[in-house]
T-cell receptor, first 110, second 117 residues
Framework: DGGITQSPKYLFRKEGQNVTLSCEQN?????MYWYRQDPGQGLRLIYYSQIVNDFQKGDIAEGYSVSREKKESFPLTVTSAQKNPTAFYLC?????????FGSGTRLTVV | AQSVTQLGSHVSVSEGALVLLRCNYSSSVPPYLFWYVQYPNQGLQLLLK??????LVKGINGFEAEFKKSETSFHLTKPSAHMSDAAEYFC???????????????FGQGTILTVHP
């Protein structure tokens, strides 16, 4: 079955470390998105990519980086510059007016 | 520019009662509108979407929503709540045509629905 796979489901990071969250889709969708979710704030857009080898900053890109070397993959790196990285991260892909979401990665700084 | 406001961060209903979750949007161009449901530590599941066809949209699990352009609203309703409806619900908007926001979903803050027996 087609879908989006995010891994790991839970991730713990020490302060000062970079971590990379994986997002893979086999839906043949061109566009992919990363959202951050905090309680009471809904989902906020971090980065998005409309096509391979191209990506754009969203509303809260500071402290994050992405790459889009393959159509299927859109990894997100949370760098040490992100001051408050503890959150739930959701990846999505889009074709036409249909969006598909992954099951999320919960990142905790310890 | 686009934005979404969900009125009420928490809504509580009795099992069998009407569910009404409110969503108002702001968009400079005609919008596509969505309602999603999220269970704890899971992704978002699409309930229904408005894409400029019929203004009354029927979705899964007995939910429906009506697009009212004059009120800039897209409220979600279900005639009779079930215990399994307890979850968090998100309204989202995206432009239905080009521009810098095209394809980017803007979400409301979410409404947590509690269903009492």
């Amino acid at each position: 079955d087609g879908g989006i796979t995010q891994s790991p489901k839970y991730l713990f990071r020490k302060e000062g470390q970079n971590v990379t969250l994986s997002c893979e889709q086999n839906l043949n969708h061109d566009a992919m998105y990363w959202y951050r979710q905090d309680p009471g704030q809904g989902l906020r857009l971090i980065y998005y990519s409309q096509i391979v080898n191209d990506f754009q900053k969203g509303d809260i890109a500071e402290g994050y980086s992405v790459s889009r070397e393959k159509k299927e993959s859109f990894p997100l790196t949370v760098t040490s510059a992100q001051k408050n990285p503890t959150a739930f991260y959701l990846c999505a892909s889009k074709k036409g007016d249909g969006y598909t979401f992954g099951s999320g990665t919960r990142l905790t700084v310890v | 520019a686009q934005s979404v406001t969900q009125l009420g961060s928490h809504v509580s209903v009795s099992e069998g009662a009407l569910v009404l979750l409110r969503c108002n949007y702001s968009s400079s161009v005609p919008p596509y509108l969505f309602w999603y449901v999220q269970y704890p530590n899971q992704g978002l599941q699409l309930l229904l979407k408005y894409t400029s066809a019929a203004t009354l949209v029927k979705g899964i699990n007995g939910f429906e929503a009506e697009f009212k352009k004059s009120e800039t609203s897209f409220h979600l309703t279900k005639p009779s709540a079930h215990m399994s409806d307890a979850a968090e619900y998100f309204c989202a908007v995206t432009p239905n045509a080009g521009g810098t926001s095209y394809g980017k979903l803007t979400f409301g803050q979410g409404t947590i629905l509690t269903v009492h027996p």
